[in-house]
């Protein structure tokens, strides 16, 4: 089940449902980015990091222009890096 009409929100689930006297699981199922389209944003912001650590941007750097903390980008690297030498991904 997905969003009928899929939006960035600006308010957490809890919020929602506290101001609704609902659960928030089904404030959840209600809101939910639909999965395709939340792994292709997904897979783009990937693609997007390496490319940026190629060009040679530090992590703070490529986190400040992909709008994501410097550990998030740090996990995206040492995944990528990781599939590259055929090492498990922890």
Not at 9 to 14: I, L
Not at 47 to 73: H, Q, Y
Not at 75 to 89: F, V
């Amino acid at each position: 089940m997905g969003a009928a009409t899929p939006a960035r929100r600006t308010s957490s689930a809890r919020e929602v449902a506290e101001r609704l006297g609902i659960s928030p699981r089904t404030v959840r199922n209600i809101m939910a980015e639909p999965r395709a389209e939340f792994e292709a944003r997904a897979a783009e912001r990937r693609r997007r990091v390496l490319e940026l650590r190629a060009e040679g941007l530090k992590l703070r750097e490529i986190a400040d222009e992909v709008g994501m903390t410097v550990g998030g980008v740090g996990t995206i690297l040492h995944r990528a890096y990781k599939a590259e030498t055929g090492q498990p991904a922890s």
